[in-house]
């Protein structure tokens, strides 16, 4: 529902704003904390990979993290909705806060614009800002063409 909204909303902006008719995406699953029994919800994760497939992005890699191993079963359900094209890209990093954010690092992922801080907790500030940055942007009279 209202996440899946979301999502798209997002990838429409991402794909407007790289100025191309289609947006290369690096997603990050950042499951650490307490195992969820509804991490493992198979029409949820279906309709996100749908999602992918209906807008105009390419999902040129995907991050998995985790620090408990029943994350592991999840993660084998996600690599099969990848497709075989972005399994070959799919990485999945286990361990503690800083041990994934070290796998992360080494793929070239900006960690501090994540919203995980290091200890752990989230922090939604710059997507916060990003939210009235856009909000804004939506407000403003558009400029014919």
């Given amino acids: ?73 999840v993660y084998g359900v996600i690599t099969v909705f990848l497709g075989k094209k972005a399994r070959m890209r799919a990485r999945d990093h286990e361990g503690s806060h800083v041990e994934c954010r070290y796998g992360l690092m080494s793929y070239g992922i900006p960690v501090d614009e994540l919203s995980v801080m290091s200890d752990g907790l989230e922090d939604n500030s710059k997507f916060n800002e990003w939210l009235e940055e856009r909000t804004i942007k939506e407000n403003e009279p558009q400029e014919e063409e």
Avoid at 16 to 38: H, M, R
Wanted: charged letters at 20%.
């Fill in 1 to 73: 529902g209202s996440v899946l909204r979301c999502m798209w909303y997002m990838l429409m902006v991402l794909v407007e704003e790289s100025g191309t008719n289609i947006c290369d995406t690096v997603e990050i699953s950042y499951n650490l904390g307490q195992f969820s029994a509804g991490a493992f919800d198979r029409s949820a994760l279906k309709s996100v990979f749908d999602l992918f497939k209906a807008t105009p992005s390419r999902l040129v890699g995907y991050h998995y993290c985790f620090d408990d191993v029943r994350f592991r079963m």
